[in-house]
C-alpha cells in the first residue's frame, strides 16, 4: 500500500512531505537516489508509509527552474506544482531591475505558471507616485505595489494568493520574507537589512520553504537569486514577456526581425520616437542572445 504526500523540505538522500495533514520524512532509494534532481519542493510524491521511502514521483504540472550557474546544461526545478510566480521587485533598495523581472516573468512561462508582478518598499518614495518604467509592467501582468514595512496593499495581495500555490521570486533584500511575515505575522521568518556597503540582500532565505497561509494559501519562499536565466524555451513565449515590442515588431519588414541592424525595423523606430523605452529593447535583445546560445 502506498500513500500519497506533498513535498515541503528536499535535503540530501530524501525529503519531508505533507500526507493528510501530518508532516512526513522519506528517504530516496533505488533509482530515485541516483538521479540529480529528483526532487523539488511541490512534488506529488507516492510513499512508503512503513519503509518510509519514495515509491515514486508524480508527472509535474507545471515548474520553475533556473540554469546552475556552475553547470549551465543542468536545470535547477525551485518548485513544482505551482499555479504563479509572485516577482516581487522594489522601487528602491535594491534598486528596481526590468531585466530581473523579465527573466523570472520568462521562466514563469515557459513553467507553465501565471506571473504576477509585486512591487514592494513603496513607503521609501514618500508618497511620490511608483514610476512609468515599473507601470508600463501592468501591460504584461497585474501589478501589486506593496510595503511589508507599514501594510500598504498586503491585503489586497493576500486575496490574491488565496486557494492556491504561489511561489515568490526575486533578488536578495527584496522582502520577500518581510512579505510573508506580513502576510503572517506568527511565522517570523528570518529577514535581514540590506547591506550598506554593496546595496544588496544578505540571502537570508537559504532553500524553498513551504508555508501554509491560514486562509488557504500556499506560498513557496526562496532564496534571492541574482539571475534566473532559462534554458532553451519557445521563443513565442517572449511575446508575452515583451507584448510592446511584439505590438510594434508587426510593422517590422522582415518576420524574422531580432530588431537589431535590420533595415525598417519597427521596434528601433518606437524606441527612436521615445515610444519604447531602450531598457525594453536592451532587456530583449540580452534575452533573446542568451536563448540562443544556451545548450540545449
Ligand atoms: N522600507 C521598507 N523596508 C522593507 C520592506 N520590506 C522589507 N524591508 C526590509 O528589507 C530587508 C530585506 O528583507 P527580507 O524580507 O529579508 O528580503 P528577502 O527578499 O526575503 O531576502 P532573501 O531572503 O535574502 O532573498 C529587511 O531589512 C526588511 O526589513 C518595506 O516594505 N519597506
Ligand atoms: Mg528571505
Ligand atoms: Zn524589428
Request: with cysteine; charged share 25%; glycine share 8%.
Amino acid at each position: 500500500m502506498s500513500s500519497l504526500a506533498t513535498v515541503i523540505t528536499v535535503f540530501r538522500g530524501g525529503c519531508e512531505a505533507v500526507s493528510e495533514g501530518r508532516i512526513v520524512a522519506l528517504r530516496l532509494v533505488g533509482r530515485h537516489a541516483h538521479r540529480a534532481q529528483a526532487l523539488a519542493v511541490g512534488d506529488r510524491v507516492s510513499f512508503d508509509p512503513e519503509r518510509g521511502v519514495v515509491v515514486d514521483v508524480q508527472p509535474r504540472r507545471t515548474q520553475l527552474a533556473r540554469r546552475r550557474s556552475r553547470d549551465p546544461r543542468t536545470e535547477q526545478v525551485i518548485a513544482a506544482n505551482i499555479d504563479r510566480l509572485a516577482i516581487v521587485a522594489t522601487v528602491a533598495d535594491p534598486v528596481f531591475h526590468s531585466e530581473t523581472v523579465d527573466r523570472f516573468a520568462l521562466a514563469a512561462f515557459a513553467g507553465g505558471l501565471e506571473a504576477i508582478l509585486v512591487v514592494n518598499k513603496i513607503d521609501l518614495l514618500g508618497g511620490k507616485p511608483i514610476s512609468d518604467e515599473i507601470r508600463a509592467y501592468e501591460e504584461v501582468f497585474e501589478v501589486y505595489p506593496t510595503s511589508a514595512l507599514v501594510g500598504t496593499g498586503v491585503e489586497e495581495l493576500g486575496e490574491r494568493l488565496r486557494d492556491s500555490i504561489t511561489v515568490f521570486g526575486g533578488h536578495s533584500g527584496v522582502g520577500k520574507s518581510s512579505l510573508l511575515n506580513a502576510l503572517a505575522p506568527e511565522l517570523r521568518l528570518e529577514t535581514a537589512r540590506v547591506s550598506a556597503k554593496t546595496r544588496r540582500g544578505r540571502h537570508t532565505t537559504t532553500s524553498a520553504t513551504w508555508i501554509q497561509l491560514p486562509g488557504g494559501a500556499v506560498v513557496v519562499d526562496t532564496p534571492g537569486v541574482s539571475d534566473i536565466a532559462s534554458g532553451p524555451v519557445d521563443p513565442a513565449l517572449l511575446d508575452h514577456v515583451y507584448p510592446d515590442i511584439a505590438r510594434a515588431a508587426q510593422e517590422c519588414r522582415f518576420r524574422n526581425c531580432r530588431h537589431g541592424a535590420e533595415p525598417d525595423c519597427a521596434v528601433r523606430a518606437a524606441v527612436e520616437a521615445e515610444q519604447l523605452r531602450p531598457s525594453r529593447l536592451d532587456s530583449y535583445r540580452r534575452l533573446v542572445a542568451e536563448l540562443e546560445q544556451s545548450p540545449g
